[in-house]
């Protein structure tokens, strides 16, 4: 099992946690007019080793959570979870089996974690459509119930290019933000992600660059 570890928690007082919170703030200042309550991220293409949006995600949570704000954290990476590892939980009860559950009776099964404020939804057990649910009418129910119970919902989704999921998804919340790892991360698949998202209509709310000399992330 790959081990994360999330900088805002192992280092909160260093250079890179710091740019995360610049991240948190220049993402509010430029929603103010109507502040973001769904997000996703998501990165262009797949990268040998790159979990550039793993850690954005999960690193802009706890900043968020820490700022007073409520937040869930969302695996809608359904081809391959990893936000259950980060946070050290089971993957079970997750995201996949509420899809299946919405015409019945359940729980939401959000996870508590150790920062406050911050709950996580996983993905659950492998599908084989997972376009079909990230993209179906079930998905937006799931997503106006989980506003009802947070601040901000962020949610973690497949490299854009890799598969429609994450283009599906950014279709229905208030934009999207693309990780881009310094040195890795080739120009044409910035350049093909950003042409698939427009043929969705999704807000690209802009790129965080991380790994970028210095170690600190920076938003553009």
Known sequence: METYTLVTLAAPQSPAAAAYRALRINLT????????ETL????????????????????????????????????????????????????????TQIIVALEGQYELPLLGTDVPGLRLLTSGIAPSNPADILSSQKMNTLLEQL?????????????????????????????????IRSGHTRRDHIEEAKELLERFHVNLLGAVLTAAPGGKPSWG
């Open 147 to 179: 506003q009802e119970r947070a601040d901000v919902v962020i949610l973690l989704a497949p490299p854009v290019t890799a598969a429609v999921d994450a283009a599906a998804l950014g279709a229905k919340t208030d934009g999207l933000l693309l990780a």
């Open 29 to 36: 200042y430029a929603s103010l007019d109507t502040p973001l």
């Open 40 to 95: 996703v991220v998501s990165s262009p293409a797949p990268e040998k080793g790159d979990a550039a949006h793993l850690e954005v995600a999960a690193n802009l949570a706890v900043v968020m959570a820490q700022a007073g704000q409520q937040v869930i954290l969302v695996d809608a990476d359904l081809r391959r979870p990893r936000l259950h590892d980060v946070f050290d939980v089971p993957n079970a009860g997750g995201l």
